[in-house]
């Protein structure tokens, strides 16, 4: 029986029951909510804690943002179970949320790669990151989000966005005879896999060599005031890169055994290709959650007695721009210091923790 056939009796899609998929793509789908809800809750929360004057903190709200967009591409295709795609029908929404959802994905992974970069620059090169830190922000904002825009159209050509087990995405199989769709799987490799297999690998020597790097320096004790408190900023940003690539494995490994074995897939495997592809999104928000707590009460409180003064100084009547009462001993030279800016050799990591 051809497979438009048997989607018109509701009855099953691709040697899959149509009913046993629906809790698989439910599932996918309140997995992306929570993280959705999770994500905005961290955005928020870095917001009114003022988490974000040091480039370091930025990163993590441009990966969030990225969180937030990919899990929201997740959670939409809940409206898939009331379009009845599943059945076949809607065949247009479903290539759009695959787009979408593939798009996602690409900036998600930029994003965190952008970390790394950022970190690789941070402690391998020391003496160029103050100078070249606020052009490098400029291109981890633009590029996560505009290079994905060269390549993830491809698969529009001959329709290959459609159905594909979880979600929409590419399309493993033929809409007529439910065939391997060999087109489809060329472009799985030649824009995903291959590309992401490259950056993982690419990632995972940089962070080696990171972690390596501030070992060394700690143990032998250079600079070890800066860098004790350069781990206590650094690791915490490891971490993203790191979960995140655990899920994604579990992902690419049902991907490549549906291709394997023509399309075919593990209903187990399904699941928790389910379960893991929205749960790297997931951890990320909790574990900023769990980083704004560790940071302290005391940084806190003072972070967000910063909103409170910006909203006195609305009311308050203009002041001397320079306060002449205000001085400070520096290099046995009394000075007037009316802001932090004038401690030029004050670091980005000088300035988390005090």
Known sequence: MALT????????????????LKPLLLLNCEIGSVTFILSLIAIVSMVLCRLFTLPTHR?????????????????????????????????????????LLGYSYWVLLLSLSMMTV????????????????????????????????????????????????????????????????????????SIWYIEWFIIFIINDIALVIIFITMCKRAYKGTLSK????ALKQTLPLLVYPIEFQIFFWIVIANRLYQVLHKGNGLTWLLYLHAVTAGSGGLIAPGFTLLYILILGK????????????????????????IDHTDHVTQYGTTITSPTRADFLNETEIEREFD
């Open 298 to 321: 005391k940084v806190i409180k003072k972070n967000i007695k910063y909103w409170q003064c910006c909203k006195c100084c609305k009311n308050a009547k203009p002041k001397e721009l």
């Open 59 to 99: 990163l993590i709200l441009y990966l969030l943002v990225a969180i937030l967009f990919n899990s929201f591409t997740i959670a939409i295709q809940f409206v898939n179970l009331k379009l009845n795609i599943l059945e076949g029908e809607h065949a247009t929404v479903c290539s759009v949320e695959g787009f």
């Open 118 to 189: 950022h970190l690789s620059v941070m402690v391998l090169l020391p003496s160029y990151y103050s100078n070249i830190i606020g052009k490098l922000e400029t291109f981890y904002v633009l590029f996560p989000w505009l290079c994905p825009l060269l390549f993830v159209w491809i698969p529009f050509i001959n329709d290959n966005y459609g159905l594909s087990l979880p979600s929409c995405w590419i399309k493993h199989d033929h809409d007529t005879d439910c065939s391997l769709n060999e087109e489809g799987v060329i472009m799985m490799l």
């Open 5 to 20: 056939e048997r989607q018109e009796h509701s009855e099953s899609y691709c040697n899959y029951s149509v009913q046993d």
């Open 226 to 229: 800066d860098y004790r408190k």
